[in-house]
């Protein structure tokens, strides 16, 4: 098997045409066509398609125009029927299960969590920011250690807090849990709203397609990626933009090309001359080529993920990717392309090939640089084969695979929504309040008016119920004398034997100007102030001959004494004195 030839093109040095092709040990070092736009790279991909299908190869085809799998089904043989999955979210009354989060291992979960991450920065590259990502990444790594997550938890998990609390819960990662728990928790209203505001825009838009969301939104996924790559079946991803929309396009190829890498690297378990060779065919794959592209490059031969790229630029794709594909691809063909990729290409061509010819390729004409028993070749030209004869095409066969693949991989879409529906009325339920017992609303009404809760009588009866509150939570207080008046009166802190106290009335008057403000009074110390003290008492003779003087306690008048001069120690009879 390993010297299985794929055909695909004819050489042309001399007028001397000899077909050839490349073995399948020369193919796990990956393919790479690039070329400008009608110029004959879908017929080569799709020759070798056919080929690989007809040898009972195990093919993926991700195709972003649907031209090319709509082509290849026709050539599929009837043994084959009920090897072929066919992926066309466009079939909206049957929608095909895909969750990228079911069943992902632990030590596979950051592929998924940076897979993920890499589909949606590629697609929103203008607006996206890291809070964006650092919120969002926490959110997919929490719902992969929840059972039964989609991507629609990802909504729901930042706005659901009995729906977060469930997932929380669930958490072994303390790092996740520490997120959750001690910083997005407390985050401030406005904060947390500004922070979930672009993935509500983003991936909210992206999820509220009922294309997307009855694709996405199943907990199970139809098929099993690991077992279509171990059992050599055909997959068939008919993602034309046209249909489905240019976002949701790239989004559903690169999150299948995720879902690929991951069953290619679950390989890891059987032993690698067990391995069976998979080809993924990727057409335009600068639509799907995120910053993981890389890492599948350099690490998909060893798990037989053989890759064939095609698109039509250097420049579609970032430079990180670029350098990933040119140091890791193992042939390289070169269709016309324009100036700027001449002058890089030319390095690999060179010298047989310049800028100049580079840029002056006929139709179905190539320069290519070919690994042969693993060992790149020098450049050369060639022709491309013509497309296969439409004699070998079975034209009934188109339906046959469709209906087949509908029966077994499909579910009825009233199906789908009712279940995604009754998700999301459990998640309404959930999140209604439950009544909050409030004193103001709740207390044993003292008349009727506190038994009319209305918004009409709310005026009437907000009063009453504020008072009871501030009174249950008002502390304890210690019950004092006034120091002018005497009257007893409650403070809520310590007392200062230098300082005076005065009650509200008292408090009032001195506002007025009726009597001394607290703070120009001065209070002589009295060590004697307590419940139990003995009264003294002096001679009116000795009060006489004191100054007036002013004691804040209880024992001292309402008034200051007024008291006339006297030249004796003595009274006359008569005499009155003023108190």
Same mark, same amino acid.
Request: positive net charge; charged residues 25%; aromatic residues 8%.
């Given at each position: 098997m ?5 055909y ?5 040095f001399r ?5 050839f ?8 070092r990956?393919?790479y066509f ?7 790279k ?10 690989d299908i ?5 093919v ?18 009837n043994?084959?029927v009920?090897d ?9 009354d049957?929608?095909?299960a895909?969750n990228?989060?079911?069943?992902v291992?632990?030590?596979e ?10 589909v949606?920065k ?7 920011g890291p809070?964006l ?9 929490a719902?992969?250690?929840?059972p039964?997550s989609?991507?629609?938890g ?9 729906f977060r ?5 669930q958490?072994?990662?303390?790092v ?9 928790s407390k985050?401030?209203?406005?904060f ?5 505001a672009p993935i509500?825009?983003k991936?909210g838009?992206?999820l509220?397609s009922?294309?997307?969301r009855n694709?996405?939104g ?6 099993n990626m690991?077992?279509?790559m171990?059992?050599?079946?055909i ?15 790239a989004?559903?190829?690169a ?18 001359n067990e ?6 065919y990727v057409?335009?794959?600068q ?6 592209f890389?890492g599948i490059l350099?690490e998909?031969r ?11 630029y ?11 594909v040119f140091g890791?691809?193992?042939t ?12 890089f290409?030319?390095?690999?061509f ?16 190539t320069?290519l640089?070919?690994m042969?028993d693993g060992?790149?070749s020098?450049?050369?030209s ?10 070998f095409?079975?034209?009934e066969?188109?339906?046959k ?5 509908r029966e ?7 199906? +789908?929504?009712?279940? +995604?529906?009754?998700w999301s009325?459990s ?5 209604t ?5 409030n004193?103001?609303?709740n207390?044993k009404?003292?008349?009727n ?8 009588s709310?005026p009437?009866q907000?009063n ?5 509150t501030s009174?249950?939570?008002k502390?304890?207080g210690?019950e004092?004398?006034?120091?002018f008046c ?15 106290i ?28 307590k419940?139990?003290k003995?009264?003294?008492?002096i001679?009116?003779a000795e009060?006489?001959k004191?100054?007036?003087s002013?004691s804040?306690?209880?024992?001292i008048?309402?008034q ?15 005499e009155?004195?003023?108190?």
């Amino acid at each position: 098997m390993s010297d299985h030839i794929t055909y695909f093109a004819r050489t042309n040095f001399r007028n001397s045409e000899v077909k050839f092709g490349i073995k399948v040990d020369d193919r796990r070092r990956h393919m790479y066509f690039i070329g400008k736009t009608g110029m004959g790279k879908s017929t080569v991909l799709e020759n070798m398609i056919i080929q690989d299908i007809r040898a009972g190869k195990g093919v993926c085809v991700i195709d972003p125009h649907g031209d090319l799998v709509e082509k290849v089904i026709d050539f599929i043989p009837n043994s084959r029927v009920n090897d072929v999955v066919y992926f066309n979210p466009s079939d909206l009354d049957h929608p095909i299960a895909f969750n990228v989060l079911e069943h992902v291992d632990e030590s596979e979960r950051h592929l998924v969590v940076s897979g993920l991450i890499g589909v949606f920065k590629k697609i929103w590259a203008d607006s996206w920011g890291p809070r964006l990502e650092y919120v969002l990444h926490h959110t997919i790594s929490a719902l992969l250690e929840y059972p039964g997550s989609t991507l629609l938890g990802i909504m729901r998990m930042l706005v659901d807090k009995p729906f977060r609390k469930k997932v929380i819960d669930q958490l072994s990662d303390p790092v996740v849990k520490s997120f959750w728990v001690d910083e997005y928790s407390k985050y401030p209203d406005r904060f947390q709203a500004e922070a979930i505001a672009p993935i509500q825009n983003k991936v909210g838009r992206f999820l509220s397609s009922a294309l997307i969301r009855n694709i996405l939104g199943q907990t199970k996924s139809s098929f099993n990626m690991r077992e279509i790559m171990d059992g050599q079946k055909i997959l068939l991803i008919n993602l034309s933009k046209g249909r489905v929309g240019e976002d949701n396009s790239a989004l559903l190829g690169a999150m299948m090309i995720t879902k690929i890498q991951l069953a290619a690297m679950s390989r890891v378990n059987i032993p690698e001359n067990e391995r069976k060779d998979f080809y993924l065919y990727v057409d335009e794959f600068q639509n799907f080529a995120t910053e993981s592209f890389a890492g599948i490059l350099s690490e998909a031969r060893k798990y037989r993920l053989n890759l064939i790229l095609a698109h039509q630029y250097i420049e579609q794709i970032d430079e990180a990717v670029a350098a990933a594909v040119f140091g890791n691809v193992g042939t390289i063909i070169a269709f016309r392309v324009g100036a700027a990729d001449a002058e890089f290409l030319e390095k690999e061509f060179y010298p047989t090939f310049t800028q100049f010819d580079l840029v002056n390729l006929a139709k179905y004409q190539t320069y290519l640089k070919l690994m042969i028993d693993g060992v790149a070749s020098e450049g050369f030209s060639a022709n491309t084969l013509p497309p296969i004869d439409e004699g070998f095409s079975d034209p009934e066969i188109k339906g046959k695979v469709i209906m087949v693949s509908r029966e077994r991989y499909a579910s009825p879409r009233s199906v +789908i929504e009712e279940k +995604i529906s009754r998700w999301s009325e459990s998640s309404r339920q959930e999140t209604t309040p439950a009544p909050v017992k409030n004193d103001r609303f709740n207390k044993k009404p003292t008349d009727n008016r506190a038994r009319n809760t209305s918004y009409s009588s709310r005026p009437a009866q907000t009063n009453e119920p504020r008072k009871e509150t501030s009174q249950k939570t008002k502390k304890p207080g210690q019950e004092v004398d006034c120091s002018f008046c005497g009257a007893k009166t409650t403070i809520n802190f310590k007392p200062n034997p230098n300082k005076p106290i005065y009650c509200k009335n008292c408090l009032d008057l001195s506002k007025q100007g009726k009597i001394p403000s607290p703070s120009s009074v001065k209070v002589v110390p009295q060590q004697e102030i307590k419940n139990d003290k003995k009264e003294e008492f002096i001679s009116l003779a000795e009060a006489l001959k004191a100054k007036p003087s002013t004691s804040f306690n209880k024992q001292i008048p309402n008034q200051t004494i007024e008291n006339k001069p006297e030249e004796s120690n003595t009274l006359n009879p008569g005499e009155v004195v003023k108190f």
